[in-house]
């Protein structure tokens, strides 16, 4: 058990729709990431904050967004979905930003867009 | 792209075997770090390796880093069935902390 706590574990909704998924970070992680990986395009860095704030952006579509809220819990919202946003969410969280930085994954959130 | 790309895609070995599997990456880095991935679960932090660091062990883990060839490897030794899963490297570099995976190396060991 890493310590990231992902919810909801699996998702189906329809296109068009819009779906948030939640992550908890391990006690006392500043920093949380999300990641899609799918069958494709492989593990994808999509948004990294660090205490509460944005501090870096990978390849995430203008149709999601996240946050992280002041007890640093993350979401991510997906709207608009569309078939291809099927994958799986990870969520992942670390001590802090900067280099040589463990990051622990969640189970991740399986997200079927039908 | 920024992400390590892991060598061979797949390898399958008998269990007591070793395993090797490579990545290379594009980038300058400060550490690269090998995880791995069950079907279908979350990743796994195996080792970190920082890169004024040639190589490491960790139980049945060996990681080198080459960063004149931008490369490394991780040695699985005396395999084992449950060593069944795929392996990703991830490259952390200057800019902030995040990591770029690579494509996954698929490891089975066949009891």
């Known amino acids: 058990d890493s310590g990231v706590t992902q919810t909801p574990k699996h998702l189906i909704t329809a296109t068009g729709q819009r779906v948030t998924l939640r992550c908890s970070p391990r006690?006392?992680?500043?920093?949380v990431y999300w990641y899609q990986q799918s069958l494709d395009q492989g593990l994808q860095f999509l948004i990294q904050?660090?205490?509460?704030?944005?501090?870096a952006k990978g390849n995430i579509l203008e149709r999601f967004s996240a946050q992280q809220f002041p007890d640093l819990h993350s979401e991510l919202n997906l709207s608009s979905l569309e078939l291809g946003d099927s994958a799986l969410y990870f969520c992942?969280?670390?001590?802090?930003?900067?280099?040589?930085?463990?990051?622990?994954f969640g189970e991740g959130s399986w997200l079927t867009v039908v | 792209s920024q992400q390590g790309e892991e060598d061979p895609q797949a390898l399958s070995i008998q269990e007591g075997e070793n395993a090797t599997m490579n990545c290379s990456y594009k980038?300058?880095?400060?550490?690269l770090q090998w995880y791995r991935q069950n079907s279908g679960r979350g990743l796994v932090h195996l080792i970190l390796?920082?890169?004024?660091?040639r190589e490491k062990h960790s139980g049945r883990l060996r990681v080198t880093l080459d960063t004149s060839k931008k490369s490394s490897s991780l040695l699985i030794t005396a395999s084992r069935a449950a060593d069944t899963a795929s392996y990703f490297c991830?490259?952390?570099?200057?800019?902030?902390?995040?990591?770029?995976f690579g494509t996954g190396t698929s490891l089975t060991v066949i009891p």
């Open positions: 992942a969280s670390s001590a802090r930003t900067g280099l040589g930085n463990t990051i622990y």
């Open positions: 006690s006392g992680d500043l920093s």
């Open positions: 904050y660090y205490n509460g704030e944005e501090r």
């Open positions: 980038t300058s880095i400060n550490n």
């Open positions: 390796i920082r890169s004024n660091e």
């Open positions: 991830a490259t952390g570099w200057n800019t902030g902390n995040q990591f770029y």
